[in-house]
């Protein structure tokens, strides 16, 4: 069996389109997102319609969860919240009534995808967890080995039963050790944040028992003019083209 995990694809078409268009060249089995399929970007609907076209399970993340729940979008900052606002304006009842149907967490071939951290949050950032906490998921978890999102960046956390290791998986393919418990984070389409402006996405092979990284180029310029031309942020519309930062732009 091969599963392409998508993260954090953040209402970016272009990004999206160019990621299945390499799963076709992957023999891929099944393709599973971890939420925040909207917000940032300006294609929300067509991501969401392209994804069900694809038959693409999804997880809730938090960006789904603040589309439909009042409280959860007040956790968000000024610009994340305009952006997500804007995203609400462009999607369909149909599309609505999706995401609210989205459960925060999957369960399928003996692997847990949820968008935050193990078992089921869909807030929490794995990369502000600490080792203490890391050993305590995963030396509880019922499944060997776990995706996540939310933090956009591509990383391993392997637990070998006596401590937590993390690896750094942007380039090469990892072989899992049977005896090891891993959460894997698997970057992210549309906004990733570690490696640049290609879009990523990640590929699970439970025969081999080995994870690879895919970085794909995609018209990150059309991406990122649809945002401005949406009234979005214009931080969004930059770290689609130029993988700025807001600290890069001095906005924190």
Do not use: W
């Amino acid at each position: 069996m091969r599963i392409a995990i998508l993260s954090d694809i953040h209402s970016n078409f272009e990004a999206l389109e160019s990621v299945l268009e390499s799963i076709e060249k992957e023999s891929i089995d099944e393709i599973i997102s971890l939420g925040d399929n909207i917000g940032y970007g300006a294609d929300p609907e067509k991501v969401i319609k392209t994804m069900q076209a694809n038959n693409i399970k999804s997880v809730l993340g938090n960006h789904e969860a603040a589309c439909i729940d009042q409280d959860a979008l007040l956790s968000f900052n000024t610009r994340a919240k305009k952006a997500l606002l804007i995203n609400k304006e462009m999607l369909s009842s149909e599309s609505l009534k999706y995401i609210a149907s989205l459960q925060v967490f999957i369960i399928r071939h003996n692997c847990r995808f949820v968008h935050g951290m193990p078992p089921s949050s869909y807030t929490k950032y794995i990369k502000y967890e600490t080792n203490d906490a890391l050993v305590q998921i995963l030396a509880n978890s019922s499944e060997q080995l776990s995706f996540v999102g939310h933090t956009h960046t591509l990383k391993v956390y392997e637990y070998n039963r006596k401590e937590v290791k993390t690896k750094d998986i942007e380039k090469k393919k990892l072989k899992l050790d049977k005896n090891s418990s891993y959460i894997v984070s698997t970057g992210s389409v549309g906004q990733p944040r570690n490696i640049g402006i290609k879009a990523e996405y990640i590929i699970f092979d439970s025969v081999e028992n080995t994870i690879k990284p895919r970085c794909v180029a995609y018209d990150n310029k059309k991406a990122a003019e649809k945002i401005i031309k949406a009234g979005i942020p214009e931080i969004y519309s930059l770290r689609v083209e130029q993988g700025i930062s807001l600290k890069q732009i001095n906005l924190i």
